[in-house]
């Protein structure tokens, strides 16, 4: 049950996002599920083996390539769907920004312990 409360959250942090950030642009809420869906095994599988392969980069950058890695999933996630649409890097990052901080406000909410 969890699991799908995650996944119907995260579609709604991603349609949320479609909305604020400007060259992002969603069908609707199910292509929001879709598309986080797709995001979230995109990064556990492609962004896993990325991560590894970029953990020296990563720990000189304090991070900033596991973000990086993350806008590119998402930028693999808008080329694999044509109802879920990106202008380019930069909506991809502000939308990786208010996606992240969307879900935190849900875990804070809902009282999650990360």
Do not use: C, Q
């Not at 699991?3 to 949320?16: D, K, P, R, Y």
């Amino acid at each position: 049950m969890r699991l799908i409360i995650e996944i119907l959250l995260m579609g709604l942090a991603f349609f949320i996002g479609a909305k604020l950030v400007p060259g992002v642009s969603i069908d609707g809420y199910g292509s929001a599920i879709i598309a986080a869906i797709l995001v979230a095994l995109a990064n556990a599988t492609i962004g896993f083996i990325l991560r590894l392969l970029t953990f020296p980069v990563n720990f000189l950058t304090l991070g900033l390539m596991s973000f990086i890695i993350t806008v590119l999933m998402i930028l693999l996630v808008d080329n694999m769907m044509t109802s879920f649409n990106t202008t380019g890097f930069l909506a991809a990052a502000f939308l990786a920004i208010v996606v992240a901080l969307i879900k935190a406000v849900f875990g804070a909410i809902a009282g999650e312990k990360e």
